[in-house]
């Protein structure tokens, strides 16, 4: 297995893993996959702030983690919030902990502290579309339920709510927070 920096021509194995989540969970509230244009366009806008990872196992694409802007004030720019999808036939094997774990290396070079997840969740007990993976996972990695909305989100006909998990991790650097592109190279080097 690798970790490695995502590139713009990932978008089409990204997407495929993504498109299945978007259409046959509520684990992204997105309705319609992203073209390959629109999604190889958010790779790079990311790239430009923030790590996007990607995981490979002989060869092949098996995920994908980044981080995007948390709430878009100067004050609170010590914060992202953290995105992770895994090809569906990949869950439980290491690749979730491997991915997560490199990306926050790289926050707290740039300077990061404050990592969130914004996670789909049931509002009823049984439910086909989503399950507790994620929000199992991120407390696995360290993560603390920090507030939940209530059927704040529709999709196949039913409401389900979002619970934001929050990680505070050390930084090397609190006096500012330097964009991706420059602790790219050094970065690298843990890899």
């Given at each position: 297995?690798i970790i490695r920096i995502a590139r713009v021509q990932d978008a089409p194995v990204l997407l495929e893993i993504y498109r299945y989540y978007v259409e046959n969970t509520a684990i992204s509230?997105?309705?319609?996959?992203?073209?390959?244009?629109?999604?190889?366009?958010?790779?790079?806008?990311?790239?430009?702030?923030?790590?996007?990872?990607?995981?490979?196992?002989?060869?092949?694409?098996?995920?994908?983690?980044?981080?995007?802007?948390?709430?878009?004030?100067?004050?609170?720019?010590?914060?992202?919030?953290?995105?992770?999808?895994?090809?569906?036939?990949?869950?439980?094997?290491?690749?979730?902990?491997?991915?997560?774990?490199?990306?926050?290396?790289?926050?707290?070079?740039?300077?990061?502290?404050?990592?969130?997840?914004?996670?789909?969740?049931?509002?009823?007990?049984?439910?086909?579309?989503?399950?507790?993976?994620?929000?199992?996972?991120?407390?696995?990695?360290?993560?603390?339920?920090?507030?939940?909305?209530?059927?704040?989100?529709?999709?196949?006909?039913?409401?389900?709510?979002?619970?934001?998990?929050?990680?505070?991790?050390?930084?090397e650097n609190v006096e500012g927070i330097k964009p991706f592109p420059e602790i790219k190279n050094e970065f690298e080097k843990t890899l």
């Open positions: 297995m509230f997105e309705i319609t996959s992203p073209t390959e244009e629109e999604f190889a366009g958010r790779i790079e806008r990311i790239l430009k702030k923030y790590p996007y990872l990607v995981c490979e196992d002989e060869g092949k694409i098996v995920g994908y983690a980044y981080s995007s802007v948390f709430r878009d004030r100067e004050a609170y720019t010590h914060c992202v919030e953290n995105t992770i999808y895994l090809n569906k036939d990949c869950l439980h094997r290491g690749y979730g902990r491997a991915l997560y774990s490199a990306h926050e290396r790289a926050l707290s070079m740039q300077g990061i502290s404050n990592l969130y997840a914004c996670i789909g969740y049931p509002a009823e007990d049984n439910d086909d579309f989503i399950n507790l993976n994620s929000p199992d996972f991120h407390a696995h990695m360290g993560y603390s339920l920090v507030g939940r909305h209530n059927k704040c989100g529709r999709k196949f006909g039913r409401f389900y709510d979002i619970v934001w998990m929050e990680k505070i991790i050390e930084t």
